[in-house]
């Protein structure tokens, strides 16, 4: 009798559970972002309904400023067509050039400041974008490290590059050290730098430079066979028809040597027996370039011919210290052509429209 009693207990348990449990609900409802999610619950019954608002910091993008939904019987929610933005900070316009092109940034953003070596940040390091459109913080200034004056070499002095006001320079200022004559300094510049210290003053000695050397196709303008001091000078010059290259004046150093000597470059000779070319400003046939020189640095055009559109066309090169190279397109003419026919060289005929894409030039050909 004990088992069928239980059997039906566990029957109407069952119908029980059923009952109650088929009652449909809604839970928390699907929301985009930006929406304010601070007064929602996990679960709603069924015909409630919720007011959606844009949380503080966003801005609907609709018309409508709220949405209503409402849990439905089959436990789902209304739809709702409410989006919403994040509010925009202005960038400030100094920062703008490093923002890539933008002029604000959304709410949330965070700048974040740095200065470069050498300099020191008044203000905060970050500012963030608030809810009602600005920044927490302004940009910070960045300010020079200050240095205490630097001290002067014994038996010297030193020069400012610019005019210094107080008892401090600053980041970046720099400045020569100056021995009093015959002496020169262990070293010649000064400055303040990064870590807010100044370079030490160098130790005054006595230096010479010995007599200069001469340059390759050149001289000495004025040379005296002795070693010569601190800081004088003498100039170099080319023989003739070689282009000077470099500074003429040079000067003795604190290291005992002297500044870098120029160079004399030398002239070329045009590498051609036949042919018409272009140089000076006047077109001229090989035989009248007397003598046949080109200093170094200038330029000669030689006549090549565009074959498949039958014109002429000018090609440049340059003399570079001795050497004129022959541009790949020229063709030097046979002596009966050149003789006979110099009416038909690409020199004399009618100049292409637009010259074909440049190509080498090779070396020059012996004469």
């Not at 966003?58 to 939904?69: A, E, F, G, V």
């Not at 905060?124 to 020079?144: F, I, Q, V, Y």
């Not at 020229?330 to 060289?345: C, I, M, N, R, V």
Request: a positive charge; aromatic letters at 8%.
């Amino acid at each position: 009798m004990m088992a069928p009693s239980w059997v039906f207990l566990l029957l109407c348990q069952v119908a029980l559970f059923t009952t109650v449990t088929s009652k449909r609900v809604c839970g928390r409802p699907p929301i985009t972002g930006g929406i304010d999610e601070s007064t929602l619950k996990r679960v709603y019954e069924v015909g409630e309904e919720v007011t959606l608002t844009c949380g503080q910091g966003y801005l609907p993008s609709t018309t409508s400023t709220t949405q209503r939904i409402a849990c439905t019987a089959e436990g789902t929610w209304t739809q709702s067509n409410l989006a919403c933005s994040p509010k925009m900070c202005p960038i400030p316009r100094p920062l703008q050039p490093l923002a890539m092109g933008k002029t604000e940034a959304p709410f949330k953003s965070v700048l974040n400041f740095t200065c470069d070596d050498g300099y020191v940040m008044q203000g905060a390091n970050e500012s963030r974008c608030l809810h009602d459109g600005t920044w927490s913080n302004p940009p910070p200034l960045c300010k020079a490290v200050s240095c205490p004056l630097p001290k002067s070499p014994t038996n010297g002095r030193i020069v400012h590059d610019k005019p210094i006001t107080g008892t401090n320079t600053i980041y970046g200022q720099s400045w020569t050290y100056d021995c009093n004559p015959p002496k020169a300094p262990s070293y010649e510049r000064g400055s303040c730098m990064a870590d807010g210290s100044v370079t030490e003053p160098p130790v005054c000695r006595d230096v010479s430079c010995p007599f200069p050397e001469g340059i390759l196709n050149g001289f000495a303008t004025i040379a005296v066979m002795r070693p010569h001091a601190y800081k004088e000078k003498l100039k170099y010059a080319c023989n003739n028809h070689y282009v000077l290259e470099g500074e003429a004046e040079v000067q003795c150093q604190n290291t005992g040597n002297w500044s870098t000597k120029p160079f004399c470059r030398a002239p070329c000779t045009v590498g051609i027996k036949r042919g018409r070319i272009f140089y000076n400003t006047k077109k001229l046939w090989i035989a009248d370039l007397k003598p046949n020189r080109v200093l170094h640095g200038e330029h000669v055009v030689f006549y090549c011919l565009n074959k498949a559109e039958g014109c002429g066309y000018p090609v440049a090169s340059t003399c570079k210290d001795g050497t004129l190279p022959i541009p790949d397109c020229f063709e030097e003419p046979g002596k009966l052509e050149y003789a006979l026919k110099p009416k038909s060289l690409p020199s004399e005929i009618e100049m292409c429209a637009a010259s074909p894409p440049a190509r080498s030039t090779q070396p020059p050909r012996p004469a």
